[in-house]
């Protein structure tokens, strides 16, 4: 129960943290496009379209990645379907916040696609050298243990 209870306190807490940060850096990418562009505005319906776009996406993540609901799930596993769940859930918004306009060329989608799926590949490169790391590490450990335990025998 005490273990239940740690997941639902780091998702709540992971939650506030997230919706915090991505607030806060879609607000700076709002100002800088709308400075760019001469637009002198932020609509308030934007913003309120943009929070619960981004407490939307937030929430996705924590449920792939705080073992709240999913727990024997594997990194590599999380990572794929998250990236396939969040990439709808992109497009879809990009849409309701207006982004989108039209059905876009197989130009502009395979550009999309081809970005989501280097970023991926990035990701899991990332992953594979920190686990080799720590496989090594993990490694040297057990060594050491070892080596101390015949030692005292």
Not at 72 to 92: D, G, Q, V
Request: proline share 1%; hydrophobic share 50%; net charge positive.
């Amino acid at each position: 129960m005490r273990e239940r209870k740690g997941d639902i306190i780091r998702f709540f807490v992971w939650m506030r943290n997230g919706v915090a940060f991505c607030t806060t850096w879609f607000l700076i990418l709002v100002l800088a496009y709308n400075y760019i562009c001469g637009n002198p505005t932020i609509s308030t319906e934007g913003l309120i379209k943009m929070v619960f776009w981004i407490i939307g996406g937030v929430f996705i993540f924590n449920l792939f990645f705080s073992g709240f609901l999913i727990i024997k799930w594997r990194f590599i596993k999380r990572l794929t379907l998250f990236m396939m769940t969040i990439s709808l859930y992109e497009c879809l918004g990009f849409y309701w916040l207006g982004f989108f306009s039209a059905g876009g060329t197989a130009i502009q989608w395979l550009l999309f696609v081809v970005l989501i799926l280097v970023l991926y590949f990035i990701c899991i490169a990332i992953y594979h050298n920190y686990s080799k790391k720590q496989g090594e590490i993990y490694t040297q450990a057990l060594r050491k243990y070892q080596e101390k335990r015949s030692r005292e025998r």
